[in-house]
T-cell receptor, first 112, second 113 residues
Framework: DVKVTQSSRYLVKRTGEKVFLECVQDMDHENMFWYRQDPGLGLRLIYFSYDVKMKEKGDIPEGYSVSREKKERFSLILESASTNQTSMYLC???????????FGPGTRLTVT | AQSVTQLGSHVSVSEGALVLLRCNYSSSVPPYLFWYVQYPNQGLQLLLKYTTGATLVKGINGFEAEFKKSETSFHLTKPSAHMSDAAEYFCAVSARYGNKLVFGAGTILRVKS
């Protein structure tokens, strides 16, 4: 079974803090994705990566950056957290020629 | 570009009744279509997917969906709801030769005893 893990299930940070969300997959998938999930808005793509050190902006990249130094790990970085970044963050991965994505359990981030 | 509209942010059914969750998509290229389910405090789990071939797709837990190109729809059904089906359901679309998913806003299914 594909396993996608996220470093924290719940996280509380203060406004202005630098926040790191980590995602690791164990199936040698090329593609990795970061989404945020908000009620009534579904999942919106923040960034994705199709290879080590490669990244592309999704639909809502403002206020976020990403890092992919190893194939299995994809990090989402909030350089200066703001209250409007309070949300559920979901990581996903997929093979390069497969559309199906496998999701982690999510990190619920609260910025106060 | 692709987009997904899920009709009804909340759907309530009685246990044993038919479940129908509606999804309409827009895509300028042949689509791949998906339904995911999210149980409370969990990530998304794939229910079923349409890629090519048979337009009636069967998934896990007794769910199925039918791809209707003429109606640009991919509605999810289950003949008899179970209490364990209570969850949020997401429809998603991808371009056949792309690798990004576009999600609908989600439908929360409530099952009444």
């Amino acid at each position: 079974d594909v396993k996608v893990t996220q470093s924290s299930r719940y996280l509380v940070k203060r406004t202005g803090e630098k926040v790191f969300l980590e995602c690791v997959q164990d199936m040698d998938h090329e593609n990795m994705f970061w989404y945020r999930q908000d009620p009534g808005l579904g999942l919106r793509l923040i960034y994705f990566s199709y290879d080590v050190k490669m990244k592309e902006k999704g639909d809502i990249p403002e206020g976020y950056s990403v890092s992919r130094e190893k194939k299995e790990r994809f990090s989402l970085i909030l350089e200066s957290a703001s209250t409007n970044q309070t949300s559920m963050y979901l990581c996903a991965s997929s093979l390069i020629r497969q559309i199906q994505q496998y999701f982690g359990p999510g990190t619920r981030l609260t910025v106060t | 570009a692709q987009s997904v509209t899920q009709l009804g942010s909340h759907v309530s059914v009685s246990e044993g009744a038919l479940v129908l969750l509606r999804c309409n998509y827009s895509s300028s290229v042949p689509p791949y279509l998906f339904w995911y389910v999210q149980y409370p405090n969990q990530g998304l789990q794939l229910l079923l997917k349409y890629t090519t071939g048979a337009t009636l797709v069967k998934g896990i837990n007794g769910f199925e969906a039918e791809f209707k190109k003429s109606e640009t729809s991919f509605h999810l059904t289950k003949p008899s709801a179970h209490m364990s089906d209570a969850a949020e359901y997401f429809c998603a679309v991808s371009a056949r030769y792309g690798n990004k998913l576009v999600f609908g806003a989600g439908t929360i299914l409530r099952v009444k005893s």
